[in-house]
């Protein structure tokens, strides 16, 4: 198949809807597809690249101004400028179909462009992109411009979702029912085993510091710990990290805490492997790549009874799930594990066991599949 890959995020821009499409696109590379990606282009990146796994990338305005973060306005204008630029890579390319990553905004781009130039489309929601789905964040924006996003689900070839709960959303907004490809990582440099706790107990929390992932309220409560014997390494950035760190001093855990920002792929990969525990104690999240990634490294996983991550974590098994209303909840259950050494390894045992769920090529299989079908079977 030709396959023209749509997503307004692309690594290192963005977060793990745009990772998962960098897997995506170049697994099915691998397996001889010819995979074209257009997405935004952000501060000195080049316009033009070929990743080593033969995956050719263009990344062309799009009006974005950082790579952690994308506001509405510069969403409207990557709609307005990629709806031109996507509409001529059309008309080079010839696609055989279109894999667009996220229904809002990259799924405008493909409905737009498909009115002129008819080449089927996949829709693949990754969370936030549905109603519903962080209310915190898009309520409003959906309020408004539901009606807009309708015509993208109905005019798509296929549709799938990264978890169940989603299909449910979508099937709630726009009565239409996405197959379910969960997703998936390269397993194959996961642990062997995990190495017993020597030490402090490292607790490691991942991703963007904004409202969904409640990182601020909670931190507040573990206070509790400070005298216990633990560390806590934060990844990432984001428009509440001001308070992050005001909880952290708040809390007492400026001796514990460190906040790293974002940093690259292989020092994140090198933090994962020297860390015990994830801590997750997201408002929602899609199908949470950080939590699988936790399973390839044997962490075990504190993290919300949610959606997302209960898809992952079972309770008592490879994680504790709290309460995401109750930041005590979470301050209890690190507690647990940092005081019971042997349950926290057993944990980790039990979360490596689980990664092969999470292997990517189960879910390269699913989307080459729909992807195939929507082409019209025969590519």
Request: glycine content about 8%.
């Amino acid at each position: 198949m030709r396959i023209l890959v749509l997503c307004y995020e692309y690594p290192p821009v963005g977060g793990g809807g745009g990772r998962i499409a960098a897997v995506v696109s170049e697994g099915l590379a691998a397996r001889g597809h010819t995979v074209r990606v257009v997405t935004s282009h952000t501060g000195a990146l080049p316009h033009e690249e070929t990743s080593t796994r033969g995956v050719s990338l263009r990344r062309a305005f799009a009006g974005r101004l950082r790579q952690d973060r994308c506001t509405v306005p510069e969403m409207a204008a990557y709609v307005a400028s990629h709806s031109f630029i996507v509409s001529a890579e059309i008309a080079r390319f010839k696609p055989d179909v279109i894999h667009s990553h996220f229904a809002v905004p990259t799924g405008a781009v493909a409905w737009l462009t498909t009115r002129l130039r008819p080449v089927p489309y996949v829709i693949t929601a990754h969370l936030a992109d549905v109603p519903g789905a962080m209310p915190e964040q898009t309520e409003l924006l959906f309020r408004f411009a539901k009606p807009m996003t309708r015509p993208i689900w109905r005019g798509a070839a296929a549709s799938s979702a990264v978890a169940p709960h989603l299909v449910e959303l979508a099937d709630k907004a726009y009565g239409q029912r996405p197959v379910v490809i969960r997703n998936g990582i390269d397993m194959s440099d996961a642990a062997r085993a995990p190495s017993p706790v020597d030490g402090p107990v490292r607790v490691l929390w991942c991703g963007r510091m904004q409202a969904q992932k409640n990182l601020a309220p909670v931190l507040l409560g573990l206070g509790a710990l400070a005298d216990l014997p633990w560390t806590l390494d934060l990844i990432g950035d984001g428009p509440l990290r001001a308070e992050v760190e005001e909880s952290i001093r708040k809390a007492g855990l400026t001796e514990k805490a460190r906040i790293h920002g974002w940093l690259p792929a292989e020092r994140v990969r090198d933090i994962f492997r020297q860390s015990h525990v994830l801590f997750m104690p997201s408002l929602s999240e899609g199908l949470s790549l950080v939590t699988i990634e936790a399973l390839r490294d044997a962490l075990a996983i504190v993290g919300s009874r949610i959606p997302g991550i209960d898809d992952v974590v079972v309770d008592g098994e490879n994680g504790i799930l709290c309460n995401p209303q109750d930041p005590a909840t979470y301050a209890r259950a690190l507690a647990d594990l940092i005081g019971s050494p042997d349950r926290l390894d057993a944990m980790r045992r039990t979360a490596l066991a689980r990664a092969p769920l999470y292997d990517a090529e189960r879910m390269i299989d699913a989307y080459e599949e729909l992807l195939s079908r929507a082409a019209g079977g025969s590519k």
